[in-house]
């Protein structure tokens, strides 16, 4: 094997184009060519016309993702309707009595690796009073595989932590967890599947706007947009729910983060196959719970770590 | 303060060779001058964003720009024949002992993933250093160091693995034909 010197010696001597830096006289004529072209081309006018264009790119992609949007949906048109469905897509996902069931997996595309990478399939159960349970699953060409881990405890807006338990199902074991950091300083949506939060505090902010309507698999929906927000770390973000007409629950999200220096654009869409709205009581309170199986194993120290903690449902590793 | 269309020229006649060399690097000659068009016209409309050093930031355009090129099939396999030197006529004018193991060695290089690729070529065909080479890959300088780390590993183990094959046997089969990530 050659040593890493000579290796990159031969890697410098493969290089197929070594005296392209020097141009040909045609080569410079073309050259004066493309700097004339450009120089005559609209900087300013162009720059401005960046910012619609973004949302026309994601919602293109979408639409070879999932064959569903309309193609005349994409353009912006506020309308006098704005301020209720706003209020009623906030009140259709911050129901006290409910738990919200999400299943829906997404996609990402960063400036690093442009092309999509796909996320794990998702499901998870919320109420609004911060109990969570979360599974991740394989994906496999867009259905749920294999499961991989499910969290599930009580979350504590703003906090790290909160009494959590996870299992992991590739060693079968419990082990005492907490779910990340709230978003509170991300644009709204952020939390892909429970949006509640950010949504009621920009509304209240008056930063989240309708930007018209669009069919979905043919129902009527409406693209909730917050506009570019400053977000934690110098990056901005903006984000984008539609929801459905009838119901005001989400059917895609999407998210665009900009890195400061405002060249970095990473976006991700997630599709939900299911986002329902189902009555609290002990059938439903129960999905609320972490599903392992009874002979999952529990990792020491798992019950007194959460002893002073509420998960919301009895500790299976209790003695 | 320069005016815009000054700076932007100076920029343009500094860096146009470079980026042109980069692109010619990872793309057929055609679309490599599209890919050089386009990331001057995304510089000329961001000059307030483009940093005093400006290559690693125009190499980072350009690789976005390829990458969103590279989704159309045709221009992928003329990648796949760039990398394999099957495309590679410049390359190919004297079959002498160093252009054979140019050959070998850009076929090891169409084996790797594209970060590694990327990295690889970032600093022994661009030129640049540990410092600006992670900033075109858009990545802290340590974690360009690990990938480019791994990277040399990976292309030593695939020039082992090519030259331990009998002659017939080394048909051009890159893993990933996308550069760019």
Known sequence: MSSPHDLME??????????????????QRETDALLERILASPAEAARERRRPRWPRLAAITALAAVAIFAAFSLLDSDDGRSPNVVARAVAALTHKDAVYHARGMGYMWSPVEPKRQPSPFVETWHTTGGRMHWKTYAAKNGKRGRL????????RPGRLGGPALMYDASTNTISASGFGRSQAKMAPGVDPFDPARALKQFEAEGRLRVAGEVEVDGRRAYRLVSDWEQAAGG????????????????????????????????????????????????????????????????????????????????????? | MEPRGDRFERLFRETYPLVRAYALRRAAPDAAQDVVADTFLVAWRRLDDVPADALPWLYATARRVLANQRRSAARGAALERRLSGAAGADARADLGDSVADAELVREALGRLSDRSREAL??????????????????????????RLHRARRQLAAELAVLEALPQPDRSPEPRSLEVGS
């Open chain 2, 121 to 146: 070529m970032l600093v022994a065909w661009e030129g640049l250093d540990g410092a600006r080479a992670a900033r075109a890959a858009r990545c802290s300088k340590a974690a360009f160091a690990v």
């Open chain 1, 10 to 27: 031969r890697l410098g001597a493969a290089d197929p184009v070594a005296r392209a830096d020097r141009l040909s006289p045609d080569d």
């Open chain 1, 148 to 155: 991989y881990t499910e969290i599930a405890g009580q979350r």
């Open chain 1, 235 to 319: 990056a901005t973000q903006r984000s984008e729910i539609v929801v459905d007409a009838r119901t005001y629950l989400p059917i895609t999200h999407r998210l665009w983060s900009r890195a400061p220096n405002g060249i970095g654009t990473a976006r991700m869409v997630w599709h939900y196959l299911t986002y329902e709205r189902l009555p609290l009581n002990d059938r439903t309170s129960r999905l609320l719970d972490l599903d392992a199986p009874a002979d999952a194993k529990c990792s020491e120290g798992t019950y007194p770590l959460l002893r002073k903690g509420s998960l919301g449902y009895p500790n299976p590793c209790a003695p």
